[in-house]
């Protein structure tokens, strides 16, 4: 199977898991077993995910980053992870099929619209390059899942200051616990662009090139992101504007990486 | 071989007779056999609740045992008036019918309560120790469980708070991560804001303040709540600490207005604040719960959820019959077989009456 067919398979995992949500909003969560049969669906999903980039890094011979649809895909698996290590830690009930729609639609921007051609020039194999990559699109993975907990958040707080209860409000958490992931995963997103861009540093060194519009792209995420990082611990701003700033900061990151790598697509290709 | 089952419910009742009639759960085996000495019934079990006694029975002679069981009623607990019209008899197919929809919680008087399944199997376990039940009760009460376990499960009759008390909670636990951290603040005493903090204690909520005009009245809230009070006046002081507030004062204006929680948010850093206005006219001004991180919900609004989720409850009780006779259609269909081999198995015992009864029940 072509490596596209895998990613094609773990989307109708996640469309299936979107069908799922449904279901379970309309039953009131009342079958325990959909919500068991849902983490399932997902791991599947996830597991074909990791085959496609298994496959895509094996047909390439390196880390599957070299054009925006892998990097994007890439940024999705690493989303997905998330999911799967917060959603059981933590306990977040109903995360799964918030992360499923969003993954699905990025994924399918990819395949459909994003260019998937092998980059022209040479790769560098500096482990760096790719450690910084790898670092850096992990982060870009906690922001998206952190635009997903944003997006719980709104819903669920919406229901209480409306007061209009919908079906939802006993399968969604708490919204305090919802704010402190969504902040966790940020400050865990920036800590690891920090380090990704310190590693770009270092492989800038070795390597002796760099593409200016990717440049740009990462300081902006890494202004925005620490932008949300201020606003929340010095301005002591909490829950709905930060919730929606980090559904804004991600939603920005994510059309601006697009842009980037169109306008790169001329110069370089490799992201 | 007839199932039957006399008794009385809330909608047949009244208190008063119900709790003339009402068996002590001390005393409850104790009855069940002099049941069994008085009334020509092969096995038997008494549900005794605050909203219903019931009395369920196997028996040859259905008609007798009717009598019977009327006359134990009132013999047992020496009334003088008859209770006769509020009595409602069931037999076989019906009798079926009405324990499965009982330990459903479909007869309660809230819809889906589950307390009703408990009550139902406690009932059983002291019918069952006094060595009152046999093959046919053995069986039928098992099935009631299944079948309540099963509407539990597939449809939603269980689900969403139906009091003012339990719905602020569910809302409690939607806003913050964990009660076990946090602190409630009573203020006013008086019966539906002492109910909700009772059941915030219960549900884990971390401290409570209990806060009354009247000291003593604070103080005495306090203590049965393991909180502690506070005079009227140093609520403001306290209030930067508090994350749920209970108000229900007697005061004609608002206490807490939108000028006085704007700075108290800011010194609060903004956590999430949860304000149950159960007052009438109301303690918080309306403006309040526009400010962020603030919810505001009055009696109205509380009382309109509970409505809503009582309704939820009311649209699945269609499905909850359909369930239900699916069960009740297995029992009957096992029953009708087995009514052969339980009139020879009773008929043995009326020879052989010196036969321990254990010995059939451990038979079957």
């Known amino acids: 199977m072509s490596d596209r067919g895998y990613l094609w398979l773990a989307l109708l995992f996640y469309a299936t898991s979107c069908a799922l949500a449904i279901l379970r909003l309309r039953e009131c969560g009342s079958l325990p077993a959909l919500r068991r049969l849902n983490s399932v669906v997902m791991i599947c999903g996830f597991a074909l995910h990791t085959m496609f980039l298994f496959v895509r890094g094996h047909n390439v011979g390196r880390c599957p980053l070299t054009n925006s649809c892998d990097t994007t895909v890439f940024i999705t698996w690493a989303a997905v992870l998330f999911y799967l290590l917060i959603g059981s830690s933590y306990r977040v009930s109903f995360l799964g099929e918030f992360t499923a729609p969003l993954v699905l639609a990025i994924c399918l921007v990819a395949l459909l619209a994003l260019s998937d051609t092998p980059p022209a020039q040479p790769l560098s194999r500096s482990p760096w390059v790719h450690f910084h990559a790898a670092i850096a699109i992990l982060a870009y993975g906690a922001f998206a899942l952190a635009f997903v907990t944003g997006g719980m958040y709104l819903v669920q707080e919406r229901q209480l200051k409306t007061r209009q209860l919908s079906s939802s409000f006993l399968l969604l958490p708490s919204i305090e616990q919802l704010d402190v992931i969504n902040f966790r995963l940020i400050v865990l997103g920036f800590g690891m662009l920090t380090v990704g861009m310190v590693g770009g540093m270092i492989s800038y060194r070795i390597v002796g090139h760099w593409t200016t519009p990717k440049i740009v792209w990462a300081v902006a995420a890494w202004l925005i992101y620490g932008l949300v990082l201020v606003a929340r611990r010095v301005w002591s701003l909490r829950g709905r504007k930060i919730a929606l700033m980090s559904m804004v900061s991600f939603a920005f990151v994510l059309v601006t990486f697009w842009g980037a790598s169109f306008l790169s697509s001329a110069q370089h290709g490799s992201p | ?364």
């Open chain 2, 1 to 364: 071989m007839n199932l039957i089952t006399i008794g009385l419910n809330h909608r047949t009742g009244p208190v008063e007779v119900r709790e003339r009639i009402s068996f002590p759960k001390a005393k409850l085996g104790e009855a069940t056999c002099s049941l069994l000495a008085a009334v020509p019934l092969h096995e038997a079990a008494i549900l005794s609740t605050c909203n219903r006694v019931e009395i369920y029975g196997l028996t040859s002679d259905a008609s007798r045992a009717s009598g019977a069981v009327r006359r134990f009623l009132h013999e047992h607990h020496g009334l003088i008036e008859s209770v006769e019209a509020h009595l409602y008899e069931f037999r076989d197919h019906e009798c079926v019918q009405h324990l499965l929809e009982v330990t459903c919680g479909l007869d309660s008087m809230v819809i889906g309560e589950t307390e009703i399944l408990g009550q139902v199997k406690e009932a059983y376990l002291m019918a069952q120790q006094a060595g009152a039940t046999g093959m046919a009760l053995n069986r039928l009460f098992q099935k009631a469980f299944a079948a309540a376990k099963h509407v539990r499960t597939a449809t939603a009759i269980t689900r969403g708070s139906t009091s003012v008390g339990s719905v602020a909670v569910d809302l409690a636990e939607k806003i913050f991560r964990d009660l076990g951290s946090r602190t409630v603040m009573v203020l006013g005493t008086g019966e539906m804001s002492e109910a909700t903090a009772r059941t915030l204690r219960s549900r884990g909520a971390g401290s409570i303040i209990v806060c009354s005009r009247t000291q003593e009245r604070a103080e005495t809230l306090a203590s049965q709540l393991d909180g502690c009070a506070i005079s009227y006046n140093e609520w403001p002081t306290e209030f930067p600490a508090v994350d749920v507030v209970i108000s229900s004062t007697a005061a004609p204006h608002p206490i807490l207005t939108l000028e006085k929680l704007m700075p108290l948010m800011k010194l609060r850093k903004q956590r999430p604040l949860f304000l149950i206005d159960i007052a009438v006219p109301r303690d918080i001004e309306r403006a309040c719960g526009e400010l962020e991180n603030v919810y505001l919900y009055d009696i109205d609004d509380l009382q309109q959820i509970a409505q809503q989720n009582i309704a939820a409850r009311e649209r699945e009780i269609v499905g909850c019959h359909a369930l239900i006779a699916e069960h009740v259609e297995r029992f009957i269909v096992w029953f009708g077989s087995n009514r052969g081999a339980l009139e020879k198995r009773y008929a043995e015992r009326t020879r052989d009456a010196s036969l321990p009864r254990e010995a059939h029940t451990h038979a079957s």
